[in-house]
């Protein structure tokens, strides 16, 4: 057992996509940083079956990645993906572009391959050390004082500064609430979420790589993401129990013809479907919330260890990224003074976390459902049109939310502004065509 305290070192707990990141900022400021991490390292491991999930990885998260270097490394594994294709229980499938000009694109990248890019930059940055293998399993927040589990046993630490980014399950958030230092909620939606894969057919992609594929069928859905091997991942967000849910379909047969009816393209383009759905697991969906973040200006949670949101404004990546960057500004405006720099942090990102957490929420309704209507769309064909007529002071959430850095909040309080000024367009013209109608109709009397 080595007793690794480092006083003069910023303690990183969860060396996933938030945690790496943050590494090679605090790094790139001067820190000495012990990155800890509980699995192996997985740049020489496999993925874990039906966890491989590829991420929509938008402008927030490519922000972070250019004020390090690394937007470039990581687009060159990624796909771009310019609309949704909603694919209907019959018929023909439609494209919905994203943005009004039709170029502007999220980009599919597999977790796996961004956390070890990231993985590659933090080791490589100067003052970095990761230790993996190490499970956190106690954390004082007034010393510092942390304990890890090991292969070889029990390896306490110490650092000035902990910053847990150990994902929605924090270990760190765990010891805090067992001091009574926060308090949290969790909120599980009735859903779950399980991976499929469509593989290449003749050596290309059985779909089209530039969409992200959406089968909206009214209380659940599934999508696609292209990967690079020009196989297509799919994920079935789909109620755990019930009708139609993960739990009420158990026999091949059953599988078989549940698909067959409702996702009637996907059984020729997925021969491993029923081996698919029987042996890959079921994941939790649902938001985390806590408060405070932060416990003393010493220690404090980033990412998804602070804020887990459900997936479907494919932001909780680029949320975390984006928490990366403010701290790092926080940190230049507080001369890097901690405890002024933390509750600052907090105060900057909670409205902003807590804005895109309900609209992942509201996101669902409209990816399982909406898309499908030919109202909505007609909504988004008008949206676009206005994008065009009035560049850059009217633009949607999808734009605002996906290819800008706009806060969060202040995305949702433009949004129902440019709502509230449509509806007082739309009322007002509908009061003009019904004088114009009335004066027509007494002039028409009186003639
Ligand atoms: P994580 O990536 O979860 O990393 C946490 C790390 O901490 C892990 O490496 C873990 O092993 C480690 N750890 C855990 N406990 C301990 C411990 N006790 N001691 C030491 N280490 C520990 N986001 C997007 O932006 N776009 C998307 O399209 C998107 N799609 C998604 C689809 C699905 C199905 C899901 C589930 C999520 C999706 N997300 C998406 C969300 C995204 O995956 C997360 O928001 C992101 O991974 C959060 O990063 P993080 O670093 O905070 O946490």
Redesign the pocket.
């Known amino acids: 057992m080595t007793d690794t305290r480092r006083d003069d070192e910023v303690a990183i ?7 790496c990141l943050l590494a090679c900022f605090l790094a790139r400021r001067g820190y000495r940083v012990a990155l ?4 192996g390292d997985p740049r020489t491991g496999q993925v874990e079956r039906g966890r491989s ?6 402008e927030r ?1 490519l922000d972070a990645l250019r004020r390090i270097g690394l937007a470039e490394q990581v687009m060159s594994d990624a796909l771009p993906m310019r609309g949704r294709m909603i694919h209907p229980v019959t018929g023909e499938t439609t494209f919905q572009p994203y943005s009004a000009t039709e170029d502007r694109a999220i980009n599919s990248i597999s ?1 796996g391959a961004l ?1 070890n890019a990231l993985l590659d930059a933090a080791e490589a940055a100067p003052g970095v050390r990761i230790a993996f293998d ?4 106690g954390l004082d927040p007034a010393t510092g004082d942390m304990m ?1 589990e090991t292969p070889a046993g029990k390896d306490p630490a110490a650092a000035a500064v902990v910053l847990g ?8 958030r765990g010891q805090l609430l067992g001091y009574g230092a926060l308090t949290e909620s969790l909120d599980f939606l009735d859903y779950g ?1 399980k991976e499929l894969t469509i593989p290449p057919i003749g050596g290309d992609y059985a779909l089209d790589p530039e969409a992200l594929h959406i089968w909206p069928r009214g209380t659940s859905m599934m999508i696609a ?1 292209p990967n690079p091997d020009r196989s297509f991942t799919c ?1 079935l967000f789909w109620p755990t129990h019930g009708t139609a849910s993960f739990a009420s379909l158990s026999s091949p047969a059953a599988i078989e013809a549940h698909f067959a009816a409702h996702y009637p393209d996907l059984p020729p383009l997925a021969p491993n479907l029923v081996d698919d759905f029987q042996q890959n697991p079921v ?1 939790l ?1 649902g938001t985390v919330r806590c408060g405070p973040w932060q416990v003393g200006g010493t220690v404090a949670l ?4 602070a804020h ?2 459900v ?1 479907f404004y ?7 990224f984006e928490d990366v960057v403010e701290l790092d500004r926080c940190l230049d405006d507080c001369g890097d003074d901690w405890t002024a720099a933390l509750p600052l942090f907090e105060r900057r990102r909670q409205e902003n976390v807590e804005a895109i957490a309900q609209m992942a929420l509201d996101n669902f309704v409209e990816m399982r459902d909406k898309v499908a209507s030919p109202m909505f769309q007609l909504g988004r064909r008008v949206e676009h049109a206005l994008e065009r007529a009035l560049p850059g002071r009217y633009v949607s959430r999808y734009e605002l939310v996906s290819f800008s850095t706009t806060p969060y909040a202040e995305v949702r309080r433009r949004t129902r502004r440019q709502h509230r000024a449509l509806g007082a367009v739309a009322a007002g013209a509908v009061a003009l065509l019904l004088g114009a109608a009335g004066t027509a109709i007494s002039r028409g009397r009186r003639g």
Request: net charge positive.
């Open positions: 707990v969860g060396a996933g996509l938030a945690g800890y991490e509980r699995r999930i590829n991420l929509a990885l938008s998260g977790r956390n190490h499970r956190l399993v890890f980014t150990d994902g929605a399950g924090s270990a760190v979420y993401l994920t994941g969906l980033l990412g998804d260890a887990a949101i997936p494919g932001q909780g990546a680029n949320c975390a």
